[in-house]
């Protein structure tokens, strides 16, 4: 089975400053795939990044990207340039591309974006 | 264009009595998911299914039952609802083994 774990359930950046948010896995598989998750509160889920694991090369969406160690089964977002629309729920998930897939998550961190 | 829509984005109900969440995707996806995000927020799968086909049914009350009747629509109907189901349910859709698009949600208050 996959976990995902967060550790970290809060944190807080003052506004145009850069922050990383921290997300590692637990699989035995070989092929999956990685996601970042917003969900602002507005409850709506939005998709932020995605990474495929057979991928070397880091993910980047604009002001947001990733530090994929496959190896040490760590996935980090770094937002970059936090702006107030940042503040949200982020959550880590995992996707193995097997019988049965199904997308795992982590329990969520809040980021607050201070002005 | 709204890509996963789910009807009604707010539900408030009584103990015991049944309810249906309607869900559609006009993203041409083949597989559709229903998840539960509890009151801190975790969020976990129920069901999925692919091309109008139950492929995941995690360990949920029987009193929950999706129906699919095509491949753009999943709908969740719940009998005899308890306190507990008190939550916030997510419709998703997605081609196999790709990034999935979740709907508004729907907020269930059981009263």
């Known amino acids: 089975a996959q976990t995902v774990t967060q550790s970290q359930p809060e944190m807080s950046v003052q506004e145009a400053e850069t922050v990383t948010l921290s997300c590692t896995y637990d699989?035995?598989?070989?092929?999956?795939?990685l996601f970042w998750y917003k969900q602002p509160p507005s409850r709506q889920m939005i998709l932020v990044i995605r990474q495929e694991a057979y991928k070397q090369q880091n993910a980047t969406e604009n002001r947001f990207s990733v530090n994929f160690q496959k190896a040490a089964k760590s996935f980090s977002l770094k937002i970059s340039d936090s702006q107030l629309g940042d503040t949200a729920m982020y959550f880590c998930a995992f996707l193995f591309t097997g019988a049965n897939s199904k997308l795992t998550f982590g329990k969520g961190i809040t980021l607050s974006v201070r002005p | 264009d709204t890509a996963v829509s789910q009807t009604p984005k707010y539900l408030v109900t009584q103990m015991g009595n049944d309810k249906s969440i309607k869900c559609e995707q006009n993203?041409?996806?083949?597989?559709m998911y229903w998840y539960k995000q509890d009151s801190k927020k975790f969020l976990k799968i129920m069901f999925s299914y692919n091309n109008k086909e139950l492929i995941i049914n995690e360990t949920v009350p029987n009193r929950f039952s999706p129906k699919s009747p095509d491949k753009a629509h999943l709908n969740l109907h719940i009998n005899s609802l308890e306190l507990g189901d008190s939550a916030v349910y997510f419709c998703?859709?997605?081609?196999?083994?790709?990034?999935?698009?979740f709907g508004p949600g729907t907020r269930l208050t059981v009263t």
């Open positions: 699989t035995s598989e070989n092929n999956y795939y």
């Open positions: 998703a859709s997605s081609q196999v083994f790709h990034e999935q698009y």
């Open positions: 993203l041409g996806h083949d597989t």
